[in-house]
Structures are given as C-alpha cells and as structure tokens.
C-alpha cells in the first residue's frame, strides 16, 4: 500500500497570505497530480508533475515534485476567497491513484 | 472540453439489490478506472481497466463487483448485493495512457445510499 500523507489537514488564512501545502510518501511515484474538490463533486485536475525537481506554475498556485518523486507541495500566492476549497495530492503509477486526505484551505475575506 | 459523465447522480437502494453505476469516459481514452470515496474519507482506488481486461484492483474490489465495457462507450460498475458500508460516492476516470505517465480525468460521481 502506497500512503501519501498530507499536511496540513486545515488551513484558515486571511486574504493576501501565502500557504503551502505539503504532500510525503515514503514511496517513489511516477508523477504526482494535484486536484481540487468540491462538496459533493469529483476531484478536478488542476497540475501533474512528473520528473523529480519539477517546478510547475499556474497563475498564484506553485507545484513542486521532489528530487526523489517521494513528495511534493502546493504554494499559492496572495491567496483569494475564491482559492478556498480541499486539494488532494494523489500518486500516480501503472494502472492507479494513490490519494492522500486532502488539505481544506480557507481563506477569509 | 471532453469530460468524463455519470449516471445518476445519485442512487437508493436496499440492500441486498444489485445496482449498476454508469460511465462515458473521454472518447479516445484507453484506460479506465473506478475510485469511491466514503463521507469524510479519502479517495479510494477499486480498479484499473484496460483492453476489456482488468489491470488491477484493490482488496476493496471483492466478488461483489464487476465492471464492464459493453459496448465501446460506456463503463459500468456493478454491485451485485449492496451492503451498508457500500454508502459512498463513485467515481469514474478515464486516461489516455497508463496512470503513471498520463493525467486521470474524473467524473462528477455517483452518490450510492443503501438503506
């Protein structure tokens, strides 16, 4: 069984702020993809990182895979009312995703 | 955009009934895959499914499921005599490629209540 274990669980931060959220496994993935879930809705794609050191970026949000495939975070920039939502980091490989619990984010006006 | 659908939405049922979930995948996908995701738990894998053959599955997919291509477009899951711990939401996902080189792209789900 391949754990990926994310951190934090909660976060609450003002308008404005940076977070990151972090993503660690003690299992090497051949990429990793970041999603973002809404109540009642299926996960949304949002970046896959797939070679160690990769840095990806979309808009404020920053991804970044770890040298050894083991790990990764989420940073987002100058966070929004709109960023608050749960972003689940899963691991990808052969033929399935491996997720973690997710981080819910909010972030208030 | 091409999307991932599913049908229903969500299902009642008793248990002991048999119920089948359905998915269209993204049309030129090859490789399609079921999660479920019980109320305030993480997404769980149940299986992997490429050229009308399973490629993997979970210890959570037992002999009560099945899953199947009928006919080229559609991808069923089937829970042959539903439990209470079945209560969860289902979702489908397609890829072009296999899972560790290419993205997964999920539907919106199924919500399943056994009562």
């Known amino acids: 069984t391949q754990l990926l274990e994310q951190s934090p669980q909660f976060l609450s931060i003002q308008e404005g702020e940076n977070l990151t959220v972090y993503c660690n496994s003690s299992s090497v993935f051949s990429s990793l993809q970041w999603y973002r879930q809404e109540p009642g809705e299926g996960p949304v794609l949002l970046v896959t990182v797939v070679t160690g050191g990769e840095v990806k970026k979309l808009k404020r949000l920053t991804f970044q895979f770890g040298d050894a495939r083991k790990d990764s975070s989420l940073h987002i920039t100058a966070a929004q009312p709109g960023d608050t939502g749960l972003y689940l980091c899963a691991g990808a490989n052969d033929y399935k995703l491996s997720f973690g619990a997710g981080t819910t984010v909010t972030v208030r006006a | 955009e091409p999307e991932v659908t599913q049908t229903p939405s969500h299902q009642v049922t008793q248990m002991g009934q048999e119920v089948i979930l359905r998915c269209v995948p993204i049309?030129?996908?090859?490789?399609f895959y079921w999660y479920r995701q019980i109320l305030g738990q993480k997404v769980e894998f149940l299986v992997s499914?490429?050229?009308?053959?399973?490629?993997?599955k979970s210890e959570i997919f037992d002999d009560q499921f099945s899953v199947e291509r009928p006919d080229g477009s559609n991808f069923t899951l089937k829970i042959r005599s539903t439990k209470l711990e079945d209560s969860a939401m289902y979702f489908c996902?397609?890829?072009?490629?296999?899972?560790?080189?290419?993205?997964?792209?999920f539907g919106p789900g199924t919500r399943l209540t056994v009562l």
């Open positions: 049309s030129n996908h090859l490789y």
């Open positions: 499914f490429y050229n009308n053959e399973i490629s993997e």
């Open positions: 996902a397609s890829s072009y490629g296999l899972a560790g080189t290419d993205t997964q792209y």
